[in-house]
């Protein structure tokens, strides 16, 4: 057996520093980092925010030595990992030093289930064998997954991939741990639920990093940092970077909905806000509740079941009706048969009972040549669809297979490029955008075909705050055409603030539907599916109305002192 990694902890240091740090890819123009000067000490838990090419990633994995080592390009400065500088230190020995969670977590799993997954990690620093599987089952355990421990991570959800990936590394014990937007497929409940965790593995002498594009439980956070273009911009406490929320948008991460609320510094959290709200005599506009408008069903589902082994049902005995040109969002746990059903409206699964209409027609009749041009589906991972080698031969496939003329295709393929602001990029590589420009051009191929249905497969995951209300208000005028769109995501700001209406779902079953006034004011139907309110939501609410988001809840009162907030207001749309 090889010998266990010789480490000792030195906590008189700090955890992490990094000294003038640059960073500029193999082949690009512009550098991914430049200047990063950071400190991160022992026992605490720390976020790093940016949008998109903000270099969240490309830190990450510099810490973990994989820059330069196997990810090519021209980097200076130093990392310190317990003042040892890693880039004198062999690959083999940083893992003991610090273990990192992917962006994209999938590429991570490869054993045939789930505790040889979690004990990989611990099997190779040379600890016992009953060490190691003591560590992998207490990390299952630890995400709430160790149910899961004989199933293939092929066989789970995003969401039970992503925790076994957060697992897997937990088990390798190190006193530092990074996260690269570990939260993108879990849903709301439970990301309050390992937040919480890993705040109190850092009371526990754990040091955590997580990137994310979004501020989630602040108060967890012992410093912040604020990335954008490779540059820290800015960096303190929780409190003090959310006094700045206009900064945190420009650099596409969404801070929370009550920072743009608030007149004063110190007003963070909802009781706070709610005495300061009351005490400046607030009044709800009484506005009108909104009538759901009487539109046409172009998917009708009565009484379905179905079931992937023939024993369990994963869809149970759902009924909806969805119409033309709203935004239907499909809300609700990991598990609760989201995904499963959009599965079921495209034909790609049957029902072993009950009934599906797509404009009438059984989905499983239509041939899937006719199907793409009633029903288009945007994956999660716009990369599971781009094939092509060219813009233009991407959204020119689909009108091939069509068989359409020349001209046509030529026409249709200008017109979406350029309706999903790609004009001009025909002839590029797709790989060569990044992933936001990825996902319009995905949308761009599925668009050309003219679908009369749009399933969106959780469209927020891997965009900034920025890119996703891009994405959203393309969305928009889709539904203003007329076109249907179905939602699936676990992002519940999204759901409220753009939804016609939502179905709450949870183990299979709709647990309710109705227009986001109906859905988030029925308290009983929010717990039972384990969807949490919006705290501007909840405020809202106590002063008798109601917001989907904080420019609703702007438009919707009046009190005294709203007139300070009049530059905050780009920031409330």
């Not at 990694?5 to 890819?25: E, W």
């Not at 505790?115 to 099997?123: C, K, N, R, T, V």
């Not at 995951?461 to 959203?472: I, K, P, W």
Request: aromatic share 8%; proline share 5%.
């Amino acid at each position: 057996m090889t010998e266990p990694a010789q480490y000792t902890s030195q906590k008189h240091i700090p955890a992490l520093q990094i000294k003038d740090l640059s960073f500029q890819y193999e082949g690009s123009t512009t550098p991914a980092l430049s200047g990063i000067n950071m400190q991160i000490n022992y026992s605490t838990i720390n976020l790093i925010l940016g949008g998109s090419g903000s270099g969240k990633s490309t830190l990450l994995l510099s810490i973990a030595g994989l820059i330069p080592r196997f990810i090519p390009g021209d980097i200076k400065g130093k990392i310190l990992i317990s003042g040892r500088d890693i880039h004198k230190l062999e690959q083999k020995e940083i893992p003991a030093l610090y273990g990192v969670v992917f962006q994209d977590f999938k590429y991570q799993l490869f054993s045939t289930n789930a505790l040889y997954e979690s004990a990989f990690y611990p099997s190779n620093l040379g600890i016992s064998r009953d060490e190691t599987i003591k560590r992998a089952k207490k990390s299952l355990r630890m995400l709430g997954i160790e149910h899961l421990s004989d199933r293939t991570p092929s066989s789970l959800s995003g969401g039970e991939k992503q925790r076994l990936s957060i697992a897997s590394v937990l088990s390798g014990g190190t006193d530092i741990i990074g996260l690269d937007e570990p939260f993108t497929d879990i849903d709301s409940s439970s990301r309050v639920e390992i937040i919480n965790m890993l705040h109190n593995l850092s009371k526990n002498d754990k040091t955590v990093i997580i990137a994310d594009e979004e501020v989630i439980l602040p108060e967890r956070y012992d410093w912040v940092f604020v990335l954008k273009d490779g540059k820290i911009i800015n960096q303190g406490r929780a409190n003090t970077i959310l006094n700045y929320p206009l900064k945190l948008i420009e650099s596409g991460v969404k801070p929370p909905d009550l920072t743009l609320l608030s007149p004063e510094n110190n007003i963070h959290n909802l009781e706070d806000l709610y005495d300061y709200l009351k005490a400046s005599d607030i009044k709800y506009k009484n506005k009108k509740s909104r009538k759901e408008p009487n539109l046409r069903p172009v998917i009708n589902i009565s009484s379905v079941f179905f079931s992937y082994d023939g024993k369990t049902d994963v869809v149970k005995d759902v009924s909806l009706t969805i119409r033309k040109g709203e935004i239907f969002t499909l809300l609700g746990p990991n598990g609760s048969g989201k995904t499963t059903l959009a599965g079921l409206i495209t034909g790609f699964l049957k029902p072993q009972k009950g009934k599906i209409e797509v404009l009438g027609v059984n989905p499983s009749d239509i041939e899937p040549e006719k199907m793409c041009r009633i029903i288009g589906y945007l994956f999660q991972d716009p990369d599971h669809q781009i094939f092509s080698e060219t813009l233009f031969e991407e959204v020119a496939f689909g009108l091939k297979i069509q068989k359409l003329k020349q001209k046509e295709i030529d026409r249709k393929v200008k017109t979406y490029l350029n309706y999903l602001n790609l004009s001009g990029l025909e002839g590029e590589d797709p790989y060569s955008l990044n992933k936001g420009e990825r996902q319009r051009l995905a949308l761009a191929s599925i668009l050309a075909l003219e679908p009369a249905i749009l399933i969106l497969d959780e469209p927020s995951t891997g965009l900034d705050y920025n890119e996703v209300t891009s994405l959203m208000k393309t969305v928009i005028e889709l539904r203003e055409r007329g076109i249907t769109v179905i939602c699936i995501t676990h992002s519940i700001w999204l759901a409220l603030k753009y939804s016609d209406r939502i179905a709450l779902m949870k183990g299979g079953r709709i647990v309710k539907v109705g227009a986001p006034e109906t859905v988030f004011t029925d308290d009983d139907a929010l717990n039972e599916s384990g969807v949490i309110r919006p705290d501007i939501t909840s405020l809202a609410i106590r002063f008798g109305g109601f917001a989907r988001s904080a420019g609703d809840f702007f438009e919707n009162f009046e009190w005294r002192g709203k007139d300070k907030l009049s530059h905050l207001h780009r920031g409330l749309s």
